[in-house]
């Protein structure tokens, strides 16, 4: 593979992370529960949908820290989410909790959002680049995302973290990476939204990284210790400086 150079290094390799990066998770997701809303008549519980979705997604990513952290399992995760939230609205149903985690799990991947650009950006760094995914998601949703949406076959490898059994930012996830992929640390770089997943386990594990925000934050304001190589807004901007 041709190497490039950006910002005075020469790069052969870059991985990608999925959810949020390439495939729009709050777009879809919202499709989805939406969906969900309307078939379990939700409106019996939660005063509008907005609620029922920010409660969903608080718990959600209180349950992720712990399941990143080994505390709870995949099938915890997957159903107490939705408990939670019926929960903290004074509904004990736990069948209805797991009729939503089954179908969210069986509706969400079929949902085909990219964010703006991400085909035309892949379509020209593939040409340039040994393509790679990284992702944190589960197996058997993250396969039929990337099917559906039409992108799997950009990448040479697809690393998730339910079958290497680390999730990210652990640096046995990326020290399998890079070692699957045959790529060196240095001449590699990591392209993801989460600053704490994929830019300071990208940093910890010796490669450079490109922080995909987004929703344009300030990175002064968010106060860390560490700070990803280079920042863009929209993945076509990643046609510029790679």
């Known amino acids: 593979m041709k190497t490039h150079s950006f910002k005075n290094h020469t790069y052969t390799d870059l991985f990608f992370d999925l959810d949020r990066t390439l495939w729009d998770f709050e777009r879809n997701s919202r499709e989805t529960f939406m969906e969900l809303y309307h078939k379990y008549q939700l409106t019996r519980f939660f005063n509008g949908f907005d609620l029922f979705f920010s409660t969903y997604r608080e718990y959600n990513d209180e349950l992720w820290m712990l399941y ?3 505390q709870i399992t995949k099938e ?3 159903w107490k989410r939705f408990d939670l939230s019926l929960k903290d609205i004074d509904v004990n149903d736990e069948k209805l909790a797991r009729n939503l985690s089954k179908d969210y799990l069986e509706i969400s991947p079929t949902k085909q959002k990219l964010f703006p650009h991400t085909l035309l950006s892949l379509t020209f760094l593939k040409k340039r680049y040994t393509l790679n995914l990284i992702t944190n998601g589960f197996k058997e949703v ?9 992108i799997a076959d950009f990448f040479n490898h697809i690393f998730i973290s339910e079958e290497i059994g680390y999730l990210k930012p652990h640096p046995k996830f990326f020290e399998h990476a890079l070692k699957v992929s045959q790529a060196i640390p240095e001449d590699s770089i990591v392209i993801g939204d989460d600053l704490m997943v ?9 490669m450079d990284s490109i922080w995909i925000n987004h929703q344009k934050l300030d990175l002064n304001e968010l106060d860390l210790d ?3 190589t280079h920042e863009v807004s929209s993945l076509k901007k990643l046609i510029h400086i790679l």
């Open 76 to 78: 915890e995760l997957s």
């Open 142 to 150: 993250q396969y039929k995302k990337l099917k559906n949406c039409g």
């Open 226 to 228: 560490f700070a990803p």
């Open 198 to 206: 994929d830019i300071k386990g990208a940093n910890e594990a010796g």
């Open 68 to 70: 990143r952290s080994g």
